[in-house]
């Protein structure tokens, strides 16, 4: 069989080359080194060992994204299942799974039920975003004796339930780390304001692309952000801009501004409450405004990003990892440019004390 590759950088080719087939691996870099399309690749290279590979996500918009792309890598004789962690276990647990209050699975019962299982050929699981599922995930695939490969970013944390790469590395029990450095997404001017809000110990290398100024927009209402919109869809036809929003009113509200004032947008909008129909499913191929919310980004890149309501975090603590977090995933989604805007007299505490030099205003 004849493996295909993605556009892989030499870096990216070796770290893929090096993994072992066998055995448990961690791999950890941050937004822009390109861990979704290396754990795609990954699940494919794995099934072509002859076991069928099952490529886990938490977000169901992150799986649309990555359905296409190994699609596009396999051939004949490989299988491998997209899906999201929920769904997958939901499937291999039966109908009756057991729920538990955080929103996930009463995992004792999983753990039990996994001790009973039929030994037989290993599953062969790649988990991207990693860091958003539980560490009682991680504890299952050792039960279950999985040759797991997990690509995470402990510094991209959005879910309730999320694990560190040392409790991930835990879960599993014996595996091996490894590490992507480089930032192949951003330029260095939108890296330069999401490292403002890194939250890890160590910043990440900045890239060498140059691009425009993040830029604050100061807005009299929220009103005002689909002009905003439909200026900047105008200025960049065939380019995808991302919405991404604080509440799903929010996101309602923007896409029946826009869908009034610029029918011929053909906004798309996602929300992770919606079970089927447009607001599920997405043409993320398609150029254009996609609206969604900020717990549904993660993994996603457009060539622009706007974030409209950041006058919503007003009340949050401005130096909580949480907030810090947030926005560090919404600042490295763009490839182009990146906008904030707020509504109000007042700059967002998050924001204000950026310097003009990294963020312009106006």
Not at 71 to 81: D, F, I, K, N, R
Request: aromatic share 6%; net charge positive; hydrophobic share 40%.
């Amino acid at each position: 069989m004849t493996l295909t590759y993605l556009d892989l950088t030499p870096t990216q080719r070796a770290l893929l080359d090096g993994l072992p087939f066998d055995g448990n691996h961690v791999i950890s870099g941050p937004p822009g080194s390109g861990k979704s399309v290396l754990a795609a690749q990954r699940a494919v290279m794995l099934a072509l060992t002859g076991r069928p590979a099952v490529l886990l996500t938490r977000s169901n918009l992150l799986r649309q994204s990555l359905a296409p792309m190994v699609s596009a890598l396999s051939s004949s004789g490989t299988h491998v299942t997209v899906a999201t962690a929920y769904s997958w276990l939901a499937q291999w647990y039966g109908a009756d799974a057991p729920r538990a209050d955080d929103g996930w699975y009463d995992w004792p019962a999983f753990y039990e039920r996994a001790a009973l299982e039929d030994p037989g050929d290993p599953l062969t699981l790649v988990v991207d975003e990693g860091q958003d599922l539980p560490p009682a995930f991680y504890r299952l695939c050792r039960i279950l004796g999985a040759r797991t490969t997990v690509f995470a970013d402990e510094c991209q944390r959005l879910t309730n339930t999320n694990s560190t790469l040392a409790e991930i590395a835990q879960g599993l029990g014996k595996c091996s780390p490894h590490a992507v450095d480089a930032n192949y997404r951003n330029t260095r001017q939108t890296a330069e304001l999401g490292a403002r809000f890194h939250t890890g110990p160590r910043l990440p290398v900045l890239p060498e692309r140059d691009g425009p100024l993040p830029r604050l927009h100061s807005l009299s209402h929220q009103g005002a952000v689909a002009d905003l919109l439909i200026g900047l869809a105008g200025m960049r036809p065939g380019r995808s801009i991302g919405v991404v929003m604080h509440s799903t009113q929010a996101q309602f509200e923007i896409l029946t501004r826009l869908e009034r004032k610029a029918p011929r947008l053909r906004p798309q909008m996602y929300t992770a409450q919606a079970t089927g129909g447009r607001y599920r499913t997405l043409d993320l191929s398609r150029p254009g405004v996609v609206i969604v919310h900020r717990a549904s980004v993660k993994g996603i890149q457009f060539d622009t990003v706007v974030v409209p309501d950041t006058e919503a975090d007003a009340g949050t603590d401005p130096t909580s990892a949480e907030l810090r977090m947030a926005y560090y995933v919404m600042s490295t989604r763009a490839r182009h440019d990146l906008h904030f805007v707020y509504a109000g007299e007042r700059e967002p505490g998050q924001l204000k004390g950026i310097p003009r030099g990294v963020l312009a205003r106006g």
